[in-house]
């Protein structure tokens, strides 16, 4: 069963988790995002930047033609005080995301705790999970994406989740730990604690072929 949970009045039974583990479940990993990955990722904090210097940079260089130096330098000064001001309200945002996030990895769940004015908790057993995907940066961050079995329970809401759901699937919304590091691990711990209960048991990379079960047969050409 999948569980979309919230309580305003609920206090959490130890960090992460809404409630005690039952007896022969064990927890295997426990993290967050990375807050400024999360920034550059999901709210394109880069391109923001290079915008306002693009714009500064074209300030100072029309300036220099009809004025001074001195005056034509001090007109940059707006959109480097705007600039500054819109990626800190991103930074904020993003680092508020990552501090209230807790991503947990039992031997029979995962579990994500979302959400900074309105918290929820998404729980997710193994054999609710029809396919996993690993999104792996060269830094070594990454994000894994959660697909949903057909069978898995109430539609998810991708606005309820964002952030911490994959790109570009708003359709049939996949949760996600986004942004964590050292991925490959933590992807590595999956496999192993979800091996006989997925539908799809393998981890796959983002952009290849899902994973088959065994006995399954080839994949359907398109």
Not at 24 to 47: C, F, H, R, Y
Not at 140 to 160: C, H, M, N, R, W
Request: hydrophobic share 50%; net charge negative; aromatic share 8%.
């Amino acid at each position: 069963m999948m569980d979309h949970d919230h309580d305003d009045f609920a206090f959490e039974h130890s960090h992460g988790l809404p409630e005690p583990l039952p007896p022969g479940e064990d927890m295997l990993w426990q993290g967050k995002p990375n807050a400024w990955q999360l920034a550059v990722e999901s709210l394109l904090i880069k391109w923001v930047i290079g915008y306002f210097a693009l714009l500064t940079v074209w300030r100072v260089v029309s300036a220099l033609a009809d004025h001074p130096a001195s005056v034509a330098f001090a007109s940059a000064v707006p959109p480097i005080v705007l600039g500054l001001a819109a990626v800190g309200l991103l930074y904020g945002f993003s680092w508020l995301q990552a501090r209230q996030a807790v991503y947990t990895v039992t031997t029979s769940r995962v579990i994500l705790r979302t959400g900074a004015a309105l918290q929820v908790t998404l729980q997710m057993p193994y054999s609710k999970i029809e396919n996993i995907a690993l999104d792996l940066r060269k830094t070594g961050t990454g994000t894994i994406a959660f697909e949903p079995a057909k069978d898995g329970g109430a539609q998810l809401s991708y606005l309820v989740l964002w952030p911490h759901v994959r790109p570009w699937h708003a359709r049939l919304p996949q949760p996600a730990f986004r942004c964590i590091p050292d991925a490959q691990a933590v992807a590595e711990i999956l496999a192993e604690a979800a091996e006989g209960q997925l539908a799809q048991p393998k981890i796959a990379r983002a952009g290849d072929a899902p994973a088959r079960p065994a006995g399954a047969g080839p994949v359907p050409a398109e």
